[in-house]
């Protein structure tokens, strides 16, 4: 079953501004590898004040897209933030906090449920924060990725035993 996010954003930001949670389930590789698409939820509430740098928001793009990042930096004078999915290098620079719709309480990896406290989900984030250490799993990612396939392409041609 497929449906637009835009025709639920209504019902959305009345949950959540009736201080409820909303959980979604995300789409996309944009946030790999802590979420998955297929097996990962989030559960969204509404952001009190300015949120801080590194915890996970939920906005829509002015162009209309739903996007789930990332917080890396957070401009509190001017209201902005700056974005970026944790499968990506490139941040998102000048998102307004009336961008924002949710921000991500709780994370399900499957059906285990992480906070922000998890000793786990610290040492990721810790790990992530640093653009140096994404370049190396990025390049190390296509390494075996390139491998896997050479791999793949020996057996098929019955080169490998």
């Known amino acids: 079953m497929s ?8 019902t959305i930001r009345m949950v959540l501004d009736s201080e409820g949670e909303f959980r ?18 989030v559960v969204l509430v509404k952001p009190k004040g300015t949120i801080k740098a590194w915890n996970i928001a939920f906005y829509k793009r002015d162009n209309g897209a739903f996007v789930l990042h990332r ?7 001017e209201g902005l933030y700056d ?3 944790d499968n990506h290098i490139s941040i ?15 994370i399900y990896i499957g059906d285990r449920c992480i906070g922000s406290h998890d000793l786990w989900y610290k ?8 653009m140096f250490v994404r370049r190396v799993f990025f390049k190390l990612r ?3 990725n390139k491998v896997s396939e050479v791999i793949k392409g020996s057996s098929k041609n019955g080169d490998v035993h």
């Open 3 to 10: 449906f637009k996010l835009s025709e639920y954003e209504s």
């Open 24 to 41: 979604m389930y995300p789409k996309g590789i944009s946030m790999l590898p802590l979420l998955k698409e297929g097996r990962d939820s």
């Open 71 to 77: 917080i890396v930096k957070t401009h509190r004078e």
């Open 83 to 85: 974005m970026c999915g």
């Open 92 to 106: 998102e620079h000048g998102i307004r906090e009336d961008q924002v719709i949710g921000v991500v309480k709780k």
């Open 123 to 130: 040492v990721y984030v810790n790990c992530w924060k640093s």
């Open 142 to 144: 296509s390494i075996f």
